[in-house]
């Protein structure tokens, strides 16, 4: 199974781009793994909702109909981190053959991709912008496959 993580970033930071490629190269240690960056078309803020219509739909344009979704929203599920590395453990035990783990836009996503996702998951009940976010997420899905596999990296 492959793991792939959309994002719909639009700023770029060394810190980021440093954090991503490093969780990457390590996710990639258990399983194949990439970053996808989709990319919105621009628009001003007082297009917010006909923003998040069409970042929605590229997100949906984008999964295939076998694709085992996970959205990352401040409104999901709250795990722990042994809780989600089970989540993890069945998704990797599903038929599916890949899993796609999304980041929305900043102002969220559509009820269609909500309920596209099979798991939603709130990474904090905080509100956090795309690039830290998507750092929290890769280091979680990375924590998950060290718990999978009882390497010495978390700390219960």
Same mark, same amino acid.
């Given at each position: ?68 979704? $996970?959205?990352?929203?401040?409104? +999901? ?26 980041? +929305? +836009?900043?102002? +969220?996503?559509?009820?269609? $991709? ?5 798991? $939603? ?5 905080? $509100? ?29």
């Amino acid at each position: 199974m492959k793991f792939v993580l959309y994002n719909l970033a639009t700023a770029k930071e060394a810190w980021a781009d440093e954090a991503a490629r490093l969780y990457s190269q390590k996710i990639s240690h258990f399983n194949s793994f990439e970053i996808q960056t989709l990319k919105p078309k621009k628009s001003s803020r007082d297009e917010a909702a006909q923003k998040k219509k069409e970042e929605s739909e590229l997100i949906l344009s984008s999964l295939s109909n076998d694709d085992f979704v $996970v959205l990352f929203d401040e409104r +999901g599920k709250s795990f722990n981190s042994i809780e989600f590395s089970k989540k993890i453990e069945g998704i990797l035990s599903s038929s599916k053959k890949r899993a796609v783990f999304i980041i +929305g +836009g900043a102002y +969220g996503v559509s009820d269609e $991709v909500r309920s596209r996702a099979q798991l $939603v998951v709130t990474l904090s009940p905080m $509100v956090m912008n795309h690039l830290l976010a998507q750092t929290v997420a890769l280091e979680q899905i990375y924590r998950a496959f060290t718990i999978l596999r009882n390497l010495p990296y978390h700390n219960s």
